[in-house]
């Protein structure tokens, strides 16, 4: 059975601080895996996603990931955290033979403080 | 403007009822994705299609019905069976067909509360 698991429910970070988000997973075959982030009442955004290549991935609003297939996670970071960066962020995986569905980690919400 | 529209934003059932929550999009996306949400739960998928004229169930897709007779439309009831329908739900698109790449767009979501 696939699953993700975001080990924090809460993340607390002062503003201008590094932050850290975590996310491992547990799928059988190669995993594709997303990070998405919700404000309050919203759909969930993408932020980024990695497929193949360089373990290291990009994404939106400075944010990156790392993927590491040993110990299996994908935590997102942030060298510097802003305020506005509060929310609740949720980890995905998708693995190839499940035609495309996600399976999602129970979110972890990051508060940023002045 | 592209996007996914989710309609209404806030409903209100009496028990007994059944509901219909709309989604649709004009992105020409292939996949589409309900989720319900519950604090402290993530996401838990409830339907998908794939393509027109087919769907399956997902996880909690007891006492929840869709359809998907067009492209840009995958609407989702709610019917009197769900005993606890009282959540956040969420649809979502994604393209093309059988990608395991493409990452998935989310509507604006539509807050469903029994009275």
């Known amino acids: 059975a696939q699953s993700v698991a975001q080990p924090e429910d809460q993340v607390n970070v002062a503003e201008g601080n590094p932050l850290t988000v975590k996310c491992t997973y547990s799928?059988?075959?190669?995993?594709?895996l997303f990070w998405y982030v919700q404000y309050p009442n919203r759909g969930l955004q993408f932020l980024l996603k990695?497929?193949?290549?360089?373990?290291l991935v990009k994404g939106s609003y400075g944010f990156e990931a790392e993927f590491n297939k040993s110990q299996t996670s994908f935590h997102l970071k942030k060298p510097s955290a802003l305020v506005s960066d509060s929310a609740l962020y949720f980890c995905?995986?998708?693995?190839?033979?499940?035609?495309?569905?996600?399976?999602f980690g129970r979110g972890t919400q990051l508060t940023v403080w002045p | 403007d592209g996007g996914i529209t989710q309609s209404p934003k806030y409903l209100f059932r009496k028990e007994g009822q059944n509901v219909t929550l709309s989604c649709e999009q004009n992105?020409?996306?292939?996949?589409m994705y309900w989720y319900r949400q519950d604090p402290g739960q993530g996401l838990r998928l409830i339907y998908y299609?794939?393509?027109?004229?087919?769907?399956q169930k997902g996880d909690i897709a007891e006492g929840y019905s869709v359809s998907r007779e067009k492209k840009e439309s995958f609407p989702l009831t709610v019917t009197s069976a769900q005993k606890n329908p009282t959540a956040f739900y969420l649809c979502?698109?994604?393209?093309?067909?059988?990608?395991?790449?493409?990452?998935?767009?989310f509507g604006p979501g539509t807050r469903l509360t029994v009275l």
């Open positions: 979502a698109s994604s393209s093309p067909i059988r990608s395991t790449y493409n990452e998935q767009f």
């Open positions: 799928v059988s075959g190669n995993p594709y």
């Open positions: 990695y497929i193949t290549g360089d373990n």
């Open positions: 995905a995986v998708r693995v190839g033979s499940t035609l495309g569905r996600l399976y």
């Open positions: 992105l020409n996306h292939d996949a």
């Open positions: 299609s794939q393509i027109v004229n087919d769907f």
